[in-house]
DNA sequence: CGAGGCCTTCCACTGAACGGAAGCCCAGAC
DNA sequence: GTCTGGGCTTCCGTTCAGTGGAAGGCCTCG
């Protein structure tokens, strides 16, 4: 396992990864000292490798002295698979189910023990919500996470109830029988439902997007579990969440469907090389 | 200057970067043989390097044994200004924008000598466009482009026009003197139009973000530099594009108000610690 | 004017990174 | 069947790049 990954890391490589898991939401632009002390690394070493990563563009250094993460990150983050294939197909869809619904709009995946937030729609008006691009909320608290729970492999599911369960709000449901109950209600009907379970005042309705989503129904629980969660948001006295399920689902299938698409036929429009397909050997996946 | 930043790179550290730039939009899934070859090193570095960036997760490797960005660094470079400021911003509007006008709409920074693409919005209909969110153009073949560089500080606008210019399409312009001509009149009037001079077909126009917008308009021509520029782009056989500088003005003049708002109150609803002001010493910042 | 931050530079020491080489696995050719 | 070739992993002796304490500069505040 990798019990203790991320955290140690005497090699250089680390101390410079280090220094950048030093920023975070709070805190999005640090002065050296801050880094060196967030990093745990001593000055005269931050200096040097913050040095090299600002001349690499990792990093930017603004005119008030801050560091702060750089475009050519930016840039490099934005080629992982859940933006540059899943986002880019799956923003249109959520365009229009936006439009047609004028609430929040969220697509999620399943990240370790999170709901990673990989796309928002929200309008000036909507409810402020406490979900960002990039951020991660647990799975067991919102709409998204209990649809992507309710369809993963049994055992991450497992996994996930036998660690304990935070509790946002006095709604949450961590009782291990009643959250079973739940996600096996979710797998069944297709959708999850979570009524002020991590914001009060906010309910929210999820559909997985993947397989599972439609043709896959009434054969097989034990179909591949879904790429992605599709949810929407919005405050609770607003009337029945039901009436987004439909919209919902037919964005989550449409997503899907291209999302198969798109693997067929590489990258559109672009130079590819199709390189050999090679066979993956066993040992050291998870040493 | 900073002549040949970023290539060489002796450094563990730079090696380590090395391997993350393998990574570009045509090549988003490498093996371990072709990032060795593609960062220049020897197999057996690439391979413990990668190993590294695998643990830290800014690396992931797919079941084929690819190498593809990680969730983490994708999240990290979330963190970078553009994305959390601006983009986080400026989405609302261009959703409006879009909403109002049904077609491409482009967020883009001037980053070096490129039109930086910060956010795209189109539907599934729109014009199929040579735009990328985090993809790079020139700036004098596009509408943002042509934006940023008409608002750009006079010295940065001599840099760039004594490069040579690419040429995408038969109508780029690339002669200096009609360049700036164009240039000029877009700052008079406010918006850049450019005219099939990136894809043949397209037409698009944009306005700057920031400081020059509107308010500071007849007083002086040395207000600061836009941060970004707003752009639309349609097909060319659509009806005039200076129909849709109203609204694209309006947007900006939004994005602009709002970009300042925020910039005053730190950021809405976390712990912030608001850390002491430290001042910037001279030396080092363009060493 | 001194104390306390923050940042930068220097440099002698040393242990971490290096990478050639050996070996494994798989696929396809013959 | 064997052989060739490509991709991946591991090993280990050498060496050179990274380290970080210390000194010094600049600034602000009391």
Redesign the interface.
Known sequence: M?AD??QD?R????R??RL??A????H?AL?LS?LARRADLPLATAHR?AG??Q????LE?G???RF????R????????????RLRQVA??FM??L??ATRENVHLA?R?GCDA?YVEK????RSV?IVSR??GRLPLHATGVGKALLAGADPQVREDYLDRPLSRPTGFTVVERGRLERELRDAARRGYALTREEMTLGSVSVAVPVGPTGEEAEGSAAGSAPPEAALGIVVRSHRADPARLVPPLKAAAQAIARRLVETARDP???????L?P????RRGA?DA
């Open positions: 990798a990954a991320g890391a090699s250089v490589t680390g410079a990864l950048l898991a920023f975070d939401v709070a999005p002065t801050e490798l090299e990563l001349a690499w563009r990792a250094r005119s008030d002295g702060r993460i750089g475009n990150l930016w840039e490099m983050g934005l080629l992982a698979p859940v933006s540059s923003l249109p365009q229009d936006y439009e995946v990240d990673l729609l929200c309008g000036h402020p691009v990039g990258a559109p429009g672009l130079d590819h090389e390189p397909m090679p066979v993956q996946r």
